[in-house]
């Protein structure tokens, strides 16, 4: 057995181990380059699993070599490859763009605590996408929860205490309705194991529990993924916490969440429970709709940049799950690769926002005025982001909603409405990306200019690069979003 064999594993292995090292360590920059070089090494592997995912050599793995369902499985197949790309990917990004800015944010005493809990929700989140049965799901579920509560409440903002304590209270309302759902699962077959709860909904005779199991879990996840209207914990949580850790949480914590809930239901529920594709395209596609719409309109109003680009992520979430709610090959896929392409814009607009802080001293639209005149690689850098969110053609974001497009034309009773409401959101995206850029470029700055640090830029330039790479060139992600959505269909035919 090669260790390409343990890949699933040392995802998560790896950085679990090495948070309690990072505690040890007597200065902040050990702490950061332990955490900084674990995240690496799981982007690292990341990529591995990527490759061996599309020449198909990546499966089950059975932990201490119990198979399912008496022991616990990992499983990776295209879909958690994809997810493992984008929490890996976005801690090794905020991490190293974002030492200088966590250095005036975080008490230096408690600097190795902080470092320790990123690892964990590394950790977490990773645990999360390669889990195989719904329970070990819960785990890490709390795990990266945890964590991510200690590194939103680290920020220097007093705001944040209470931005916190909201996403705690609502995490864990969330974590407990996926729960009882679990529960009640386990009760009514007896397993645990996502593949053997396929096969055994079916056999159950009482099939009421089956469906309230079913509301709890989509309840509890819809929650945790801020779909409208359960999304009131992320605009606080992502504007108050360390710019770093938004960068990170913005590119990946919400697609974690939804990624369990398009997996749960489709693999266990709809292939299993008659009527609940209608029932799940039903309720999701209203909430989508609302969410597209709400949050562009309220991004438009909002004079805090990091909080208008949170209400952003509402409308940006609404459009994953409008294409889920499609239920159809096209949609699934444009969901799937507007999570890779949304986590680019977004990630790179974040990372962008932790050099301009560092330069502005804060992060209203006043305080950006005429930086992008006097730094205008980053004001350029984050333009490019901006119109990937938006969806102009040749970069990222235009392929999603592309995909999005065509699958909302496969259904002509609604085609029409939908397609109003996708251009109407994407013009309020231009209305709201260009005021930052006008601040940023047609006012002057009341400050003199000053060298940028270079790390964060390189960081900023590369993320701001690959959303005109996988623009022009999107065929890796487009094939890993088509195979991960032929997979979760394979499960309702």
Known sequence: MNLATHYPVLQVVIPMLLAPLTMLMPSRLLAWLIATATSLCAFAIAIAITQ?????????YPLGGWPAPFGIE????????????????????????????LAQDIDAQRANLFFAAWLLALAGLCGIVVAGDAFNIFVFMEISSLASYILVAASSDRRALPAVFKYLVMGT????????GVGLLYIMTGTLNLADLTARIPEVTNQTPIFMAAGFISVGLALKAAIFPLHAWLPNTYSFAPHAVTAFLAACSTKVALYVFLRVDFFVFQGALSGHGAQFAG??????????????AIAIREPLVKRLFAWSSVAQVGYIALGASLLSHTGLSAA?????NHALAKGAIFLAIIVLAMRAGGVSIEHLKGLGRQHPVLG????????????????AGFISKWFLIQAILEHPQWS????????????????????VAESLFFQHAETQRQPLPLMPMTIVVIASAANIAFGLAPQLPVEIANAAASLLLEQTL
């Open 52 to 60: 061996l995912v599309l020449a198909g050599d990546v499966g089950a």
């Open 74 to 101: 990992l499983r990776v197949d295209a879909l958690s490859a994809l997810l493992l790309l984008l929490i890996s990917g976005a801690s090794s990004a905020a991490l190293l763009a974002g030492y200088q800015s």
């Open 173 to 180: 309302i969330g974590a407990t309705f996926y729960l009882i």
């Open 283 to 296: 309720y999701l596609m209203p909430m989508a709709v609302a969410g597209i719409l709400l949050g562009s």
């Open 336 to 340: 799937l690769l507007h999570m890779f």
């Open 380 to 395: 350029i850098a984050f333009t490019i982001a901006g119109l990937s969110l938006i969806g102009i053609p040749g970069t």
């Open 416 to 435: 029409l409405p939908l397609l109003i409401i996708v251009l109407a959101s994407s013009l309020m995206a231009v209305v709201y990306v260009a005021k």
